[in-house]
Protein backbone atom coordinates (compact mmCIF):
# COMPACT_ATOMS: atom_id res chain seq x y z
CA UNK A 1 0.00 0.00 0.00
CA UNK A 2 1.64 3.10 -0.77
CA UNK A 3 3.20 5.36 2.01
CA UNK A 4 0.11 8.51 1.35
CA UNK A 5 -2.69 6.01 1.53
CA UNK A 6 -1.00 4.57 5.04
CA UNK A 7 -0.66 8.06 6.26
CA UNK A 8 -4.47 8.52 5.21
CA UNK A 9 -5.58 5.73 7.15
CA UNK A 10 -3.74 6.86 9.86
CA UNK A 11 -4.86 10.09 10.49
CA UNK A 12 -8.07 8.73 10.51
CA UNK A 13 -7.46 6.30 13.06
CA UNK A 14 -4.78 8.06 15.41
CA UNK A 15 -7.89 11.66 15.43
CA UNK A 16 -10.26 9.01 16.33
CA UNK A 17 -8.25 7.39 19.14
CA UNK A 18 -7.56 10.78 20.64
CA UNK A 19 -10.89 11.78 20.54
CA UNK A 20 -12.44 8.40 21.61
CA UNK A 21 -9.31 8.32 24.41
CA UNK A 22 -10.29 11.98 25.63
CA UNK A 23 -14.50 11.35 25.92
CA UNK A 24 -15.67 12.75 22.50
CA UNK A 25 -18.81 11.03 21.67
CA UNK A 26 -19.57 8.94 18.82
CA UNK A 27 -20.72 10.85 16.36
CA UNK A 28 -18.39 13.42 16.71
CA UNK A 29 -15.89 10.75 16.18
CA UNK A 30 -17.47 9.13 13.09
CA UNK A 31 -18.00 12.91 11.97
CA UNK A 32 -14.71 13.82 12.63
CA UNK A 33 -12.54 11.16 11.01
CA UNK A 34 -14.62 11.84 7.50
CA UNK A 35 -13.87 15.12 7.57
CA UNK A 36 -10.59 15.31 7.95
CA UNK A 37 -9.83 12.10 5.56
CA UNK A 38 -12.03 13.98 3.08
CA UNK A 39 -9.74 17.36 3.29
CA UNK A 40 -6.61 15.20 2.93
CA UNK A 41 -8.23 13.42 -1.07
CA UNK A 42 -10.12 10.50 0.34
CA UNK A 43 -13.17 10.10 -1.62
CA UNK A 44 -15.15 7.64 0.32
CA UNK A 45 -15.26 6.75 3.69
CA UNK A 46 -16.77 4.39 5.86
CA UNK A 47 -16.27 4.51 9.92
CA UNK A 48 -17.71 2.46 12.57
CA UNK A 49 -17.05 3.19 16.15
CA UNK A 50 -17.27 1.67 19.15
CA UNK A 51 -16.42 2.90 22.62
CA UNK A 52 -12.94 0.24 22.74
CA UNK A 53 -12.39 0.35 18.92
CA UNK A 54 -12.57 1.85 15.16
CA UNK A 55 -13.32 0.25 11.93
CA UNK A 56 -12.03 2.25 9.39
CA UNK A 57 -12.34 2.09 5.55
CA UNK A 58 -11.50 4.71 3.09
CA UNK A 59 -11.14 5.09 -1.18
CA UNK A 60 -8.21 7.21 -2.24
CA UNK A 61 -5.76 7.86 -4.78
CA UNK A 62 -7.12 4.89 -6.82
CA UNK A 63 -6.64 2.67 -3.51
CA UNK A 64 -8.87 1.14 -1.24
CA UNK A 65 -7.71 0.69 2.31
CA UNK A 66 -8.69 -1.02 5.24
CA UNK A 67 -7.62 -0.76 9.20
CA UNK A 68 -8.95 -1.59 12.79
CA UNK A 69 -7.85 -0.25 15.94
CA UNK A 70 -8.31 -1.12 19.58
CA UNK A 71 -8.51 1.82 22.14
CA UNK A 72 -6.93 0.67 25.61
CA UNK A 73 -6.87 3.80 27.86
CA UNK A 74 -9.90 6.38 28.23
CA UNK A 75 -9.93 9.44 29.80
CA UNK A 76 -11.54 12.93 29.85
CA UNK A 77 -9.76 16.02 27.96
CA UNK A 78 -12.23 18.47 27.00
CA UNK A 79 -9.09 20.60 25.46
CA UNK A 80 -7.99 18.26 22.73
CA UNK A 81 -11.32 17.33 21.83
CA UNK A 82 -12.16 21.21 21.25
CA UNK A 83 -8.67 21.67 19.26
CA UNK A 84 -8.83 18.85 17.29
CA UNK A 85 -12.47 19.57 16.52
CA UNK A 86 -10.95 23.42 14.98
CA UNK A 87 -8.27 21.14 13.23
CA UNK A 88 -10.77 19.75 11.16
CA UNK A 89 -13.19 22.53 10.25
CA UNK A 90 -9.94 24.85 9.64
CA UNK A 91 -9.13 22.11 6.93
CA UNK A 92 -12.16 21.95 5.55
CA UNK A 93 -12.76 23.03 1.30
CA UNK A 94 -8.69 22.46 0.79
CA UNK A 95 -6.35 19.77 -0.18
CA UNK A 96 -4.01 18.69 2.51
CA UNK A 97 -1.20 16.65 2.63
CA UNK A 98 -2.15 13.53 5.11
CA UNK A 99 1.42 13.37 6.66
CA UNK A 100 1.56 17.15 7.68
CA UNK A 101 -2.13 16.79 9.34
CA UNK A 102 -0.82 14.14 11.66
CA UNK A 103 2.09 16.17 12.27
CA UNK A 104 -0.51 18.59 13.42
CA UNK A 105 -2.69 16.38 15.37
CA UNK A 106 1.06 14.75 17.39
CA UNK A 107 1.36 18.75 18.37
CA UNK A 108 -2.52 18.78 19.64
CA UNK A 109 -1.61 15.97 21.60
CA UNK A 110 1.33 16.94 23.37
CA UNK A 111 -0.05 20.63 24.05
CA UNK A 112 -3.10 19.31 25.47
CA UNK A 113 -1.07 16.73 27.51
CA UNK A 114 0.59 19.42 28.82
CA UNK A 115 -1.91 21.38 29.65
CA UNK A 116 -4.23 18.78 31.62
CA UNK A 117 -1.12 17.93 33.58
CA UNK A 118 -0.42 21.71 34.40
CA UNK A 119 -3.83 22.59 35.44
CA UNK A 120 -5.21 19.76 36.10
CA UNK A 121 -4.82 19.60 39.89
CA UNK A 122 -5.39 23.41 39.87
CA UNK A 123 -9.06 22.88 38.48
CA UNK A 124 -9.89 19.89 40.53
CA UNK A 125 -8.81 22.12 43.96
CA UNK A 126 -10.37 25.26 42.37
CA UNK A 127 -14.02 22.73 41.20
CA UNK A 128 -13.70 20.53 44.45
CA UNK A 129 -14.04 24.16 46.65
CA UNK A 130 -16.92 25.77 44.56
CA UNK A 131 -18.78 22.41 45.21
CA UNK A 132 -18.18 22.27 48.58
CA UNK A 133 -19.41 25.84 49.19
CA UNK A 134 -22.73 24.92 47.28
CA UNK A 135 -22.91 22.10 49.97
CA UNK A 136 -22.76 24.15 52.65
CA UNK A 137 -18.86 24.12 53.42
CA UNK A 138 -17.56 27.10 55.21
CA UNK A 139 -14.17 28.43 56.49
CA UNK A 140 -11.28 26.57 56.76
CA UNK A 141 -13.43 23.87 54.71
CA UNK A 142 -12.86 25.61 51.77
CA UNK A 143 -9.16 25.71 51.90
CA UNK A 144 -9.16 21.79 53.13
CA UNK A 145 -11.02 20.59 50.55
CA UNK A 146 -8.71 22.69 47.93
CA UNK A 147 -6.02 20.66 49.40
CA UNK A 148 -7.33 17.20 49.45
CA UNK A 149 -9.05 17.48 45.96
CA UNK A 150 -5.64 18.70 44.68
CA UNK A 151 -4.07 15.46 46.19
CA UNK A 152 -7.00 12.94 45.25
CA UNK A 153 -6.52 14.35 41.45
CA UNK A 154 -3.07 14.01 41.54
CA UNK A 155 -3.37 10.14 42.89
CA UNK A 156 -6.12 8.86 40.59
CA UNK A 157 -3.70 11.03 37.90
CA UNK A 158 -0.39 8.53 39.20
CA UNK A 159 -2.60 5.41 39.35
CA UNK A 160 -3.70 5.68 35.76
CA UNK A 161 -0.47 6.30 34.78
CA UNK A 162 0.69 3.19 36.09
CA UNK A 163 -1.43 1.29 34.33
CA UNK A 164 -3.69 0.64 36.85
CA UNK A 165 -8.04 -0.13 36.02
CA UNK A 166 -9.68 2.63 35.97
CA UNK A 167 -12.01 1.30 38.33
CA UNK A 168 -9.94 0.84 41.01
CA UNK A 169 -7.75 4.49 40.39
CA UNK A 170 -11.71 5.72 41.15
CA UNK A 171 -11.98 3.25 43.86
CA UNK A 172 -8.51 4.92 45.50
CA UNK A 173 -9.72 8.25 44.73
CA UNK A 174 -12.85 8.00 46.65
CA UNK A 175 -10.44 5.89 49.47
CA UNK A 176 -8.45 8.79 49.64
CA UNK A 177 -10.46 11.95 49.59
CA UNK A 178 -12.27 9.90 52.82
CA UNK A 179 -8.88 9.23 54.31
CA UNK A 180 -7.69 12.63 53.85
CA UNK A 181 -10.72 14.56 54.94
CA UNK A 182 -11.31 12.25 57.76
CA UNK A 183 -7.78 12.47 59.03
CA UNK A 184 -7.76 16.67 59.14
CA UNK A 185 -10.80 15.87 61.55
CA UNK A 186 -7.76 14.32 64.14
CA UNK A 187 -6.30 17.70 64.35
CA UNK A 188 -9.39 20.39 64.34
CA UNK A 189 -12.52 17.81 65.83
CA UNK A 190 -15.28 20.62 64.85
CA UNK A 191 -14.31 20.37 61.04
CA UNK A 192 -16.80 18.40 59.20
CA UNK A 193 -15.05 15.65 57.27
CA UNK A 194 -18.37 14.95 55.00
CA UNK A 195 -18.52 18.63 52.77
CA UNK A 196 -15.16 18.04 52.45
CA UNK A 197 -15.69 14.74 50.62
CA UNK A 198 -17.84 15.46 48.62
CA UNK A 199 -15.83 17.85 46.99
CA UNK A 200 -12.71 16.46 47.11
CA UNK A 201 -14.32 13.67 44.75
CA UNK A 202 -15.77 15.91 42.70
CA UNK A 203 -13.24 15.36 39.97
CA UNK A 204 -13.65 12.26 39.79
CA UNK A 205 -17.35 12.22 39.37
CA UNK A 206 -17.58 10.47 35.30
CA UNK A 207 -20.17 13.47 34.59
CA UNK A 208 -18.45 14.03 30.92
CA UNK A 209 -19.42 10.13 30.34
CA UNK A 210 -22.74 10.26 31.53
CA UNK A 211 -23.36 13.16 29.27
CA UNK A 212 -21.70 11.82 26.49
CA UNK A 213 -23.66 8.62 26.75
CA UNK A 214 -27.19 10.58 27.02
CA UNK A 215 -26.05 12.16 23.96
CA UNK A 216 -24.96 8.75 21.90
CA UNK A 217 -27.94 7.79 22.36
CA UNK A 218 -30.10 10.84 21.46
CA UNK A 219 -28.31 10.66 18.06
CA UNK A 220 -29.11 6.89 17.62
CA UNK A 221 -25.70 5.44 18.93
CA UNK A 222 -27.36 3.02 21.44
CA UNK A 223 -24.93 0.82 22.04
CA UNK A 224 -22.00 2.76 22.58
CA UNK A 225 -24.24 5.12 24.90
CA UNK A 226 -25.72 2.33 27.13
CA UNK A 227 -22.50 1.23 27.03
CA UNK A 228 -20.69 4.43 28.28
CA UNK A 229 -23.94 5.01 30.57
CA UNK A 230 -23.25 1.62 32.37
CA UNK A 231 -19.18 2.41 32.83
CA UNK A 232 -20.58 5.79 34.30
CA UNK A 233 -22.67 3.91 36.79
CA UNK A 234 -20.01 1.65 37.81
CA UNK A 235 -17.57 4.62 38.36
CA UNK A 236 -20.12 6.02 40.50
CA UNK A 237 -20.25 3.11 42.54
CA UNK A 238 -16.19 2.75 42.44
CA UNK A 239 -15.70 6.41 43.97
CA UNK A 240 -18.48 5.37 46.49
CA UNK A 241 -17.36 2.06 47.44
CA UNK A 242 -13.60 3.89 48.32
CA UNK A 243 -14.90 6.50 50.26
CA UNK A 244 -17.54 4.13 52.29
CA UNK A 245 -14.92 1.58 52.98
CA UNK A 246 -12.87 4.41 54.74
CA UNK A 247 -16.08 5.41 56.69
CA UNK A 248 -17.03 2.15 57.73
CA UNK A 249 -13.75 1.18 58.96
CA UNK A 250 -13.34 4.67 60.89
CA UNK A 251 -16.39 5.02 62.56
CA UNK A 252 -15.96 1.34 63.42
CA UNK A 253 -12.74 1.83 64.70
CA UNK A 254 -12.10 5.16 66.13
CA UNK A 255 -15.76 6.25 66.28
Known amino acids: MPAKMEQLLELGLYSGTLLLGSGAEIYRVENTIY ?54 RS ?20 DTEHSLVRWGPLGAAIGGTAFATLFGARGWELPTTALVAFIVFHSAAFLRKAAIPGLLADFAGGFVAALLALSVTLVFPDMPSDRVILGAIMSLVPGVL ?46
Not at 43 to 54: K, Q
Not at 91 to 110: F, H, K, S, Y
Not at 227 to 247: M, Y
Open 35 to 88: HLLTACGAEVVDCIATPTGIHLSAHAYGRIGTRVRRIDKRSTNLGRVAAINNLS
Open 91 to 110: LAGQQNDPGEVLQALCQIER
Open 210 to 255: LTAGARDVLAGDLLSGIVRTIEALFTATAIAAGAGAILGWWIKWLG
